[in-house]
């Protein structure tokens, strides 16, 4: 092998090792940093408590999917996974599909060409196809839920019809271990301009679509877009063929010309995942009084977030000021939770601690029937009046097309696995080749002989391994 070769060996398994690494190590660090906890956890109050456990809790909007952690098992960085969702009594949570991100996200104006999401996509190994495809970036976070539905043993349940919820409701009604989730699509940029892909959107379990996200798209303008306008023609069509899909509108930054827009022609109840209002917090990220009274004449909801440009404070008390606002511009029916959890938002709690939002709501005097509605109640009623009747062209999960990802083993175990599969193999070949009449242990030892004295090849072969180990289903 001549020297440049093997150096262009040595850098290609270099570069592999990388990004080998980047999943496990790089995502973490991120997610780390941009998902932040502001408090530790504390315990609430007796009646707090004893309440939050009857409520049936909905939160609409958290981005969970995007971390490439597996959300049957709890963690300790974000917010939100199956066990903490247990942990805090949530029932419902929408998982909210990101598939573009600008750069530098602004809250005043944000260039559409500028994204980031297919950087993260490489570093967390998705299919190579969502490093240019917005459209398989949705499908393939979609894909992933159903896959940890099929592993969850009945323990996350998807929503994607009527039945699907009155079903999971009755069961969690017996055990309320239970957690249901729905797919929702932040900005319809996962669409490619194509109104055609809504239909693959929706088989993959798509029940919920917000038009735009910090960026203009071809069917909407954002709040923090780079002209803020209304609905386009094709915005139009979006919205008309979504609704005779039964896919819920979510007006979360949408430009307030956008909110008008839809408002004028929405025959179903809208939404507003996750928001702030300018009652209690004035940015351009949040809704005016005058907004918040248009949405509520759809009979839709506004989900409150928790973070800091939501509600212009840092805990629950400040969530419960934005409810109160809110409930008495629109209406107590009108209100429900959207956390914005795993949002790239530092939070005052993770989702274990969202019975301190119905302890401030005890606080600033709502009856107990009121605080039913507001954590979930509303929410339920909105979902129940969009989602399609039964069935819903609710695929289940494909198989995974890798046996060792299908397993459900950790990553480590499967990494492992593969070298050691390699390293029999290898030693079958050497032992065949070479050292047929000195028995297995010498083969062993020449295999490790061989390795360390051949590092670059080692080094080549692990590399290779690492490239072929994140092909995913
Ligand atoms: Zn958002």
Redesign the pocket.
């Known amino acids: 092998m001549s020297r440049t070769a093997k150096w262009l060996l040595v850098t290609a398994a270099l570069l592999i090792g990388v990004l080998f690494v980047s999943g496990t190590v790089a995502t973490p660090l991120i997610e780390s940093r941009l998902n932040r906890v502001l408090s530790p956890p504390r315990k609430v109050s007796a009646t707090a408590q004893q309440l939050h456990e009857r409520l049936t809790v909905v939160d609409l909007h958290a981005d969970s999917l995007l971390w490439g952690r597996d959300l049957l098992e709890k963690s300790s960085r974000g917010h939100v996974d199956i066990p903490r969702l247990r942990e805090g009594n949530v029932a419902v949570q929408a998982f909210t599909v990101v598939t573009k991100f600008p750069r530098k996200a602004s809250l005043q104006s944000n260039d559409a060409g500028s994204d980031v999401i297919g950087m993260l996509a490489m570093a967390e190994h998705w299919p190579s196809k969502t490093y240019t495809s917005l459209l398989e970036r949705a499908l393939y976070q979609a894909r992933r839920l159903r896959e940890m539905q099929a592993r969850s043993r009945g323990k996350l349940i998807l929503i994607g019809s009527r039945q699907d919820l009155d079903g999971f409701l009755e069961l969690r009604r017996s055990d309320r271990s239970l957690v249901g989730g729905f797919l929702g699509l ?1 900005g319809a940029q996962s669409l490619e301009g194509k109104l055609e892909n809504l239909g693959t959107l929706y088989d993959a379990g798509f029940r919920m679509i917000a038009p735009t ?1 910090f960026s203009d798209t071809e069917f909407a303008g954002s709040a923090s877009g780079g002209n803020k306008g209304g609905l386009t023609e094709l915005g139009r069509k979006l919205v008309r063929e979504a609704e005779a899909r039964h896919i819920t509108i979510d007006l ?2 949408a430009s307030s010309k956008t909110i008008d827009d839809v408002v004028a022609i929405a025959r179903h109840p809208v939404v507003v995942s ?1 928001t702030g209002v300018r009652g209690t917090c004035d940015n351009n990220r949040n809704l005016t009084d005058a907004q918040l009274r248009r949405i509520a004449g759809t009979g839709g909801v506004v989900g409150i977030g928790y973070w800091r440009a939501a509600t212009c404070g840092t805990d629950a008390r400040a969530v419960a000021r934005a409810i109160r606002h809110t409930a008495t511009v629109m209406g107590i029916e009108h209100v429900a939770l959207g956390s ?1 959890f795993d ?1 790239a938002t530092a939070q005052p709690f993770e989702t274990t601690g969202v019975n301190q939002i119905t302890e401030a709501l005890i606080e600033q005097g709502f009856s107990n029937d009121q605080i039913a509605l507001i954590m979930g109640g509303n929410a339920i009623r909105v979902l129940r009046a969009n989602l399609p009747s039964e069935g819903g062209a609710y695929v289940p999960a494909r198989p995974a097309t890798s046996l060792l990802r299908a397993s459900g083993m950790p990553f480590v175990a499967r990494a492992f696995l593969l070298l050691f599969g390699l390293a029999a193999l290898t030693i079958c070949w050497i032992y065949t080749e070479h050292y047929s009449d000195e028995g297995w242990l010498n083969a062993l030892l020449f295999a490790g002989e061989y390795y360390a004295r051949n590092f670059r090849i080692a080094l080549f072969v692990i590399g290779l391994f690492a490239l072929f180990l994140p092909i995913r289903g």
């Open positions: 932040e996200h979360a930054h996750h914005d949002g």
